[in-house]
């Protein structure tokens, strides 16, 4: 076999993974954040053992987010060397912020929604959730951006054989980029609305904890409603 397919294989092995945990990442961290909300303003403890319940899957998935995607930034510089020496310049930018900003940002604040049960309120614990919810959706944006770039280039010019930044709005806010990542954050909502579904029907079936799950599944199927709907659109639009 010829080492430019086997350099895709094993790219694509490594995406697949990556690309299993980091939409329930995305979609748990929202839906956690509701049930927190929910327990911030009716002090209902069953909204408080969901949050804590569900957001056990969500902590597995970031974590198994973040293995997998170092593999595909390293994979950046040994299977396509020759795209990053091209391209490099615009990637660069873009990753740098994901990583050392919304990256950062995103596990700081779990660090604090971890430790912060017992010291926080309520209402400033929920907010924590949001700002965690914010920074994960932070981060699908600037990986989400360089892949639109790709399929759309925009913003650069042409020097010494290199494609190098011309106008960072343009390369953010193009079009497709936007589109792009409308189409995967609702998909990411809608395969943890049904994450959560499927989980809380296999339990209600077997009776157990019914209001619990019964709780989880109103919640899960209003959000996987309410997304899948707008997914026909988007989706319709992106094509």
């Not at 660069?92 to 912020?97: F, K, M, V, Y």
């Amino acid at each position: 076999m010829k080492v430019l397919f086997l350099s895709r294989l094993q790219f694509a092995a490594a995406a697949m993974f990556h690309f299993l945990f980091v939409p329930l990442t995305l979609g748990l961290s929202a839906t956690v954040a509701i049930m927190e909300t929910r327990y911030a303003r009716t002090e209902d403890d069953v909204y408080l053992r969901m949050a804590k319940f569900w957001g056990k899957p969500f902590l597995i998935n970031f974590a198994l987010g973040i293995v997998t995607g170092i593999t595909l930034e390293f994979q950046f510089g040994t299977n396509w060397s020759r795209c990053s020496a091209f391209a490099g310049d615009i990637f660069g930018s873009l990753l740098a912020i994901e990583a050392r900003g919304a990256f950062f940002l995103d596990s700081t604040l779990i660090w604090v929604r971890i430790l912060g049960w017992m010291k926080l309120s309520k209402k400033a614990h929920a907010t924590v959730m949001w700002l965690v919810a914010g920074a994960t959706t932070l981060s699908a944006i600037w990986i989400l951006t360089p892949n639109a770039w790709m399929q759309h280039p925009v913003g650069y010019t042409i020097r010494n054989g290199r494609a190098e930044l011309a106008d960072f709005a343009t390369v953010v806010f193009q079009k497709l980029a936007i589109s792009e990542f409308l189409h995967t954050i609702s998909a990411a909502y809608i395969l943890s609305a049904f994450f959560v579904m499927g989980i809380s029907a296999y339990h209600l079936l077997r009776k157990q904890q019914l209001e619990f799950f019964a709780k989880s599944l109103r919640i899960a199927f209003a959000l996987g409603l309410i997304f899948s709907l707008f997914e026909v659109v988007e989706g319709h639009l992106h094509a």
